[in-house]
């Protein structure tokens, strides 16, 4: 027997698209209590724009432009897969992939750097705020490009064609997120 | 398998290239070292960018109104938990205590090092 | 197809060819959605046996004090609050959540919409696999060196970030993984619910046909999502404090106690109603079905639920009268917790008003249903005094807070579930339960239930504390009538539990040699009544449309008094 329940769609959206969109809507509540937490203690302490001054803006900056450059590969990756061309979209979604790498690789890079020079977790407040909020992100950003690489080999061979818009905007989100910490730790010094 | 929400593509390049012009803003808002210039260039334009990357890449206004309305729900949210924690962690010292690393925080004031930025 | 003969859901796959399952991949890696409720079903059974132990072994302490205790020794103040501190966590996370939202909801809500199965069944089955290991998690703290965490479920740090206050350093990290994996598992549940009850429903079922317990369990799941984010932020920044030294929630160190209260009142608030609306639901269907009474009204009830979700994300600071909030605060708050009493006592009008004028019969799930709006009343009438921050300054960590929330808490957990588990089990097993002795098992239940905490509340009033495991040390608190009270409240409590076993033997032997039930043997109008008893894999032979909404009894002019949703005008 077919199974039903996938195939149905009362409310007019999508089953899958429905399910990204919760997934969605948890991760703001969860981003949203720790950066919360994070703004609460900012505001009141003056000084940690000391230490807040040792953020590296450029590296934060690029690593913005890599994550809006993806998400723009994200969304060509969708408008491919619905003129369903399925090689082109998991090309793009791979250029995805590869821009969440050199996320990744920056931020290695930064945070040795800044490690170095004695800024760990445990230094300060701030720092330990720094090191969660963007670790808990870019754990976000590895396991986004594993399901992506999962959907893209799917989709090269012209199955599931609908998963690469919803991994789109999952991606979309994770650079959400960092389109809100890039200032709240880089630049609000 | 699954109905596709019908709707014209925007020119995504473009609306990249807004994107990218904003980050740059952004960086260099805070460069001029007037505190309000820094605020509304640091969180004026996120709240811009962010707009437009779920109006144009998450395709937020295509679909049903309900989704938009839940996200905003969360956000909602958020403001209420931030509405009603804050001044109870932000309070820094009461009629028989003091948090002392925050009194002492208080005492210096945020503008005070808006010059200095990252290098 | 051919196969419906079998207990628990058949064969697992779509293909036109039958394999030949092995136990292996039909019962413990199955996706089907009955089997995946009842294995939430047994670990939350299971779960309940050992938060039910310890409640057992504490009680005894607190009874008898440093005398050894059957089946457990003697009790160290460490034990004991180890004890109190993973039977609240167990009872809240291990037996009511997944009970009631995920073994109720899984099981039914693909039979009652009318359905095959969920729409994600893998994702289902992961659900379930994370929450065995967050179990399995837990069970482990009790074993490592230092054993299980001891600083109540709350948590408070400092107490829960620094070792050296608890004492239990593995116990108190491995307490906080097993509780962040039963959320993950809880998220991934709730995508199941929300998106199949929104998009899978039998054609004709509009949104207002929906039975109540699914409504309500949708309704948790998306409240359960909405307040969970800022306690796994909090959870993470508690874990690092434990493991990595960092200083969150350290006053030494810039850190702030008050915010890791916050993270997680934000979300202990509306977790508790999160579990009490599954409860109402299930009451919702077993009254109307045993009154043969439409329910009062459907769409007041569903709005009223939506209200006090709603309500219930702008109370929790009501936990934090005296941790030294603003007083200002306070008021907003005990406004907020006075005015949340009014929907929930407008859901038990609507409830009684559905009895009123029905023909009611005794059956044992509707003994129980019954006796949850009983016991719920007390408990949320004592709520109020608790929710007026002048009363609470001297009632907060009295017996009193105990006492008010176990009479919500049992309803919902024990009373709500066992209404739903001898209303359901025959489609379940196909097979009816022995009602001598659920009669007996529920009156062995509800009389020592009050017996249990009645008694806590006058100790509450008198001034006794939670979480001191003797009581000797305190003169005033030591008085001969009040440790008779203690001693009342624990024999109680042995009494209850035996009578747990008459339910046990009820279940697992008329599981097997129950008198078979037909398909609907309840009459009822809800539309997994019109699937075989136990459905087969993939539930109804054809999909069902829907004609009318759940509550259709007693409709005049017809010759029955029921009136399936699924029976053509």
Redesign the interface.
Known sequence: MIPIATTRSVTGIPTGRLAVWWVVASEIVIFGGLLSSYIMHRIAHGAWSHYAAHTNTWAGGFNTFVLLTSSLSAVLAHKASVENDGPKAARLLGLTILGGGVFITVKAFEWTHEIHLGYTITSNTFWSFYYTAAGLHALHVIAGMVIMAIVANDARKGIALHRVELIGIYWHFVDLVWIFLFPLLYIAK | MSEHAEHAHPNYVKVWAILVGLLILSILGPMIGIQWVTLLAAFGIAIVKAYLVAKNFMHVNVEPRFISYLLLTMLALMALFYAGVSPDVMKHEGSRWAKPDWVAAAAAPVAETLGEHGH | ?AESAQTLGGDAH?HEHHEEQGFVSKYLFSTDHKIIGMQYLFTGMAMAMIGGFFAYVFRMQLAFPDQSVPLFGMVSPADYNSLVTNHGSIMIFWVAMPVLIAAFGNFLI?LMIG??????PKINRLSYQIFLISAIVLICSFFVSGGGFGGAWTAYPPLSAKAQYNLTPMGASLWLVAVALEFVAF?LG??NF???T????APGMRLYDIPMVVWMIVLASIMF??????????A??LF?DQQ?????FD?D????P??WQ??FW?FGHPEVYVVLLPAVGIVADVMCVFARKKLFAYKTVLYTALGTGILS??V??HHQFIA???PR?ANVFTITTVLISIPIAEMCFVYIATLYGGSISFTTPMLWALAFIAEFLIGGVTGIFLGASGADIYLHDTYFVLAHFHYTFFPIAIIAVYAGLTYWFPKMFGRMMNETLGKLHFWGTVIPFNLIFIPLFLLGTTGQHRRIYSFENFPELATPAMQDLRVLATVSLVVMLLFQFIFLWNYFSSMFRGKKAGNNPWRANTLEWSAPSPPPH?NFAE?PTVYRGPYEYAVPGREEDYWPQNVPN
């Not at chain 3, 359905?115 to 994600?120: E, G, N, R, S």
């Not at chain 3, 929104?198 to 429903?201: E, G």
């Not at chain 3, 990595?244 to 969150?248: C, E, N, P, Q, V």
């Not at chain 3, 160190?253 to 702030?256: E, K, L, S």
């Open positions: 197809m779509a693909p359905c095959d199965d969920m729409v994600f998220l709730g995508i929300v998106t199949t929104m998009n899978s429903r999502m909405a307040s969970v984010g800022p306690l796994i932020a909090g993470v920044m690092m990595i030294g960092t200083a969150f006053p160190r810039g850190g702030d008050i915010l916050h993270l934000f994300f702008f929790w600071a030294g909030i603003d605060m993939g999909m």
